[in-house]
């Protein structure tokens, strides 16, 4: 598994952290690893250290996350041997039928998390790792690690409500869209804004991603957005402007989803190959090609 800089950084600071908080023990080791890695520990309340928080136990609590990993692997495999078992003694081919409590979320909650001032809109999950993102009408964005259970980043630059969220189909980008009629691309690496697409002139309701960035965050992406103002806009991501317009709403569109194109099977816009499907106000559901 390749790590981001950002989590190699997280990582070696965690571990920085961990060899000091055990005193003279690793006093020689962690002079050499200030040495090779070139970091330095903060000093309290020091605000240049990593967003991660509660970062002095993030190293034992994810190696506790591990270990549990570890067991749930084991049981699921011991699980599917059972299953392979019985069905070689009964003789039926196929599938061997499964009770669907066994791979169903069943309560209490795994988690509860807790950050936002006002109600919940929106949450996504990361297509590859263990985050989720949560829009509230607090206007601020906010990542999670499943795992832990802990808050990560808090992402503000939205003026009001958020309205909806979509990760591009690699991660690599966040889509956010809002009552304040902006459209925010933020990298899901450094959790910074890259871009603020604006054209809408009323709420935007939805965003859905019709092509991943091929190389660095940003590149030859493509992102849909719909609103209150009975328009669908296409935007490359890469310069931030508008690329074209769909109309034929006759009401506010509410939803939108769309059939994403890979970055190696050519361009999206101007192909048979996309799809936008969307529905509004107008008790109509349109696809677009």
Sequence with gaps: MVLTHKQRSDLEFAILEYLNSRG???????????????????AKNDDASPSIESTPSVLEKKWSSIVRLQKKILDLEDKLSLQEELRSKEGQPGRAKTSASKYLPRPPAKADLVGHRSPVTAVAMHPVYSTLASGSEDASIKIWDIELGQREHTLKGHTNYVVDLNYSPDGSLLASCSVDLSVKIWNTETYECVHTLRGHDHTVSSVAWLR???????????????????????????????VGILTGHDGWIRSLAARPESANQGPVLGTNEALI???????TVRVWA
Excluded: M
């Design 24 to 42: 003279n023990d690793f006093a020689a080791t962690i002079v050499a690893f200030k040495q090779e890695s070139g970091l330095e520990l903060p």
């Design 212 to 242: 991943s960035p091929k190389g660095s965050a940003g590149e030859s992406a493509h992102l849909a957005s719909c609103g209150r103002d009975q328009t669908i806009r296409l935007w490359d991501v890469t310069t931030g402007y508008s």
């Design 277 to 283: 499907v969307s529905g509004g106000n107008d008790t």
